[in-house]
């Protein structure tokens, strides 16, 4: 059942200030005066010219839009997350810092399905920056029933959190490369590189290139762990060729494939492993740094120190076409009818 809230309709003509006094306007009345203002006993003369008017009476425990969005997106807060002033009632959480989004879908739809409030957010998943909008909340109506809100902060509280702002781990990154590259092309791929790592905050240790056999990669696999990499970016191996050096020579350091290709385009080819300190991350070419592909859905996760010790294969699971950060959007979590 929908939340209720009194309406009531007022003839401007014979509007007197008790009319008036604490009830709030559902549409606007002039420029002053818009939806969701509460009006004032200063605000007679204007209603009387305005002719019929609809308000909402505030009765005990009911919220105005503006207090209970602001209620609302303090409920959702989290480290990490900014709760910015609602506007016309909507009320947005900005991120204070780079991150990983990790939203509970179903937590939000429970909270969408109360009635007379909505939360949005980014995709599940999604990398933001500084400044950037992660989530935002609405309050449909210009006043709620206090009960759901509580009914809101209750899920929230229970079962949340609801959105989260998961913080990077600088990652000290050992970069692999078996392709023979012209010194253009060296240079491309190194900038590539530490651009794309380094908005992430990780540590380059090395971009070491070196020749497809056994003896170079095990070489370099080597290497990497007594640098201490967290993580090896791997480019040049082929995901559809077993017998490739990366992969043998990875098991000979006491690591292991985890997964050939990835559900995802550009970039299908990727692939995942790991070492015994490290997550493994693969991608056909050195090409595959200087675009937006599969790497970049990725590297969030393992970027978060959260999926560093559970492994990056989760992230790959789910089928996703565009990756280009500019080209993300708000996703809207819609009510579900049952």
Known sequence: MLP?????????????????????????????????????PEDLEAVRRAGEIHVIELEPGDVHEDAAATRLAAALSGPGLEARPPVQSQARLIAARRGLVRVRGDLIEAINELG????????????????????GCKITPVAVPGRVLDEAEA????????????????????????????????????????RKLGWYGAEVLTVREVARTPEAVAAAYREAQSMGA????????????????????????????????????????????????????????????????????????????RHLQLGPTAAVHRGQV????????????????R
């Open 4 to 40: 209720v809230v009194r309406a009531l309709r007022l003839t401007g003509a014979s509007a007197t200030v008790d009319d008036l006094k604490g009830r709030v306007l559902v549409h606007d009345l002039s420029h002053e005066l818009r939806k969701g203002s509460v009006l004032r």
């Open 116 to 135: 007379g409030v909505s939360v949005f957010t980014v995709m599940d998943g999604q990398a933001v920056a500084e400044g950037e909008e992660v989530a």
């Open 155 to 194: 899920i929230i509280r229970d079962r949340g959190p609801v959105v989260e702002l998961l913080a990077f781990m600088p990652l000290r990154t050992f970069v692999v490369a078996t392709e023979r590259l012209k010194p253009k092309a060296r240079e491309l791929f190194r900038s590539a590189v530490t």
């Open 230 to 305: 967290q993580l090896v970016l791997f480019a040049g191996a082929s995901a559809i060729d077993p017998l490739d050096p990366a992969y043998a020579e990875l098991v000979s350091v006491g690591g292991e494939v985890l997964q050939l290709g990835a559900p995802m385009h550009p970039g299908s080819m990727l692939w995942l492993g790991k070492m015994p300190e490290a997550a493994v991350v693969g991608v056909a070419s050195c090409a595959g740094f200087g675009r937006s592909s599969s790497l970049d859905l990725l590297l969030p996760f393992v970027n978060d120190r």
């Open 322 to 337: 565009r990756v280009d950060r500019s080209d993300q959007r708000v996703e809207a979590h819609p009510p579900v009818h």
